[in-house]
């Protein structure tokens, strides 16, 4: 019998096997990334700024391909991640700080717990814990330094990094302008309303992100036409189309 990277049956393979949720991780995602201090490390490739939304898709895509892989194809797939790092690392001349790489799995984890809760249900803490762990051996294959030993501890440190790593700049202000290009404003609003409901205060505080109240209303019609089978085509009309494929792909049959 094969050995998996995530056991077939954990928490993280239910909240990483539905599009609906790895899209409010994204969302999440996108709030970070324009905050982080390191983010001119993703404008030196000049990706970013050129389509920011398949630059952050491709984080999360290989986010979801590391979780539902063997666990051989999974750890080649981490190997490629940390092999394409060190390749800009190579052609900047400079090292990515251990900081930056802890940001995202930290996001991850977060995310993936508080889009779980928002759509589904709560999580027990033996789940999130599930979630941590199974980041944790990410960074552990990624050779990381400084990673907390625990959800306890990651729960601290993730509050660190928070206060620490994020600041308001120009690439912040870009990257939401091209958010708003690529997404249009319906969807850019939408956008912003789920990081609302996603993000850490200082998230919040940082990109002024206010509450218009409309979003959980939505949300619960949208639970109401998932019963009926008909999110589908809510998600296929709300998606960008260049996006829709690869997005509803996302769900795991």
């Given at each position: 019998?094969?050995?998996?990277?995530?056991?077939?049956?954990?928490?993280?393979?239910?909240?990483?096997?539905?599009?609906?949720?790895?899209?409010?991780?994204?969302?999440?995602?996108?709030?970070?990334?324009?905050?982080?201090?390191?983010?001119?490390?993703?404008?030196?490739?000049?990706?970013?700024?050129?389509?920011?939304?398949?630059?952050?898709?491709?984080?999360?895509?290989?986010?979801?391909?590391?979780?539902?892989?063997?666990?051989?194809?999974?750890?080649?797939?981490?190997?490629?991640?940390?092999?394409?790092?060190?390749?800009?690392?190579?052609?900047?001349?400079?090292?990515?700080?251990?900081?930056?790489?802890?940001?995202?799995?930290?996001?991850?984890?977060?995310?993936?717990i508080c889009s779980y809760e928002l759509l589904e249900t709560k999580l027990t803490d033996e789940e999130k814990t599930e979630v941590f762990e199974v980041f944790l051996r990410?960074?552990?294959?990624?050779?990381?330094?400084?990673?907390?030993?625990?959800?306890?501890?990651?729960?601290?440190?993730?509050?660190?990094?928070?206060?620490?790593?994020?600041?308001?700049?120009?690439?912040?202000?870009?990257?939401?302008?091209?958010?708003?290009?690529?997404?249009?404003?319906?969807?850019?609003?939408i956008l912003k309303q789920v990081q609302f409901k996603l993000a850490p205060a200082r998230v919040s505080h940082l990109l002024g992100l206010k509450n218009k109240h409309w979003?959980?209303?939505?949300?619960?019609?949208?639970?109401?036409?998932?019963?009926?089978?008909?999110?589908?085509?809510?998600?296929?009309?709300?998606?960008?189309?260049?996006?829709?494929?690869?997005?509803?792909?996302?769900?795991?049959?």
């Amino acid at each position: 019998m094969e050995k998996y990277f995530v056991d077939q049956n954990s928490i993280v393979r239910k909240i990483w096997g539905k599009s609906d949720t790895v899209l409010f991780i994204f969302a999440g995602a996108a709030a970070e990334f324009a905050l982080n201090k390191a983010v001119d490390w993703l404008y030196f490739t000049g990706r970013l700024p050129a389509d920011p939304l398949a630059r952050l898709f491709s984080t999360v895509e290989y986010a979801g391909q590391i979780i539902f892989s063997e666990e051989q194809k999974a750890l080649s797939s981490i190997d490629r991640i940390t092999a394409i790092h060190q390749d800009v690392e190579k052609k900047r001349q400079d090292k990515i700080p251990d900081w930056a790489y802890r940001d995202v799995l930290y996001l991850l984890i977060d995310y993936s717990i508080c889009s779980y809760e928002l759509l589904e249900t709560k999580l027990t803490d033996e789940e999130k814990t599930e979630v941590f762990e199974v980041f944790l051996r990410v960074g552990h294959r990624m050779q990381l330094a400084g990673l907390p030993g625990n959800y306890s501890q990651w729960r601290l440190s993730r509050e660190e990094h928070l206060q620490e790593n994020l600041v308001k700049s120009e690439f912040t202000n870009d990257l939401y302008r091209q958010y708003k290009k690529h997404l249009g404003v319906t969807r850019y609003n939408i956008l912003k309303q789920v990081q609302f409901k996603l993000a850490p205060a200082r998230v919040s505080h940082l990109l002024g992100l206010k509450n218009k109240h409309w979003l959980m209303p939505m949300l619960k019609i949208y639970k109401l036409l998932r019963i009926v089978k008909f999110d589908t085509w809510l998600k296929s009309t709300l998606l960008p189309a260049a996006y829709k494929a690869r997005i509803l792909n996302l769900d795991v049959k």
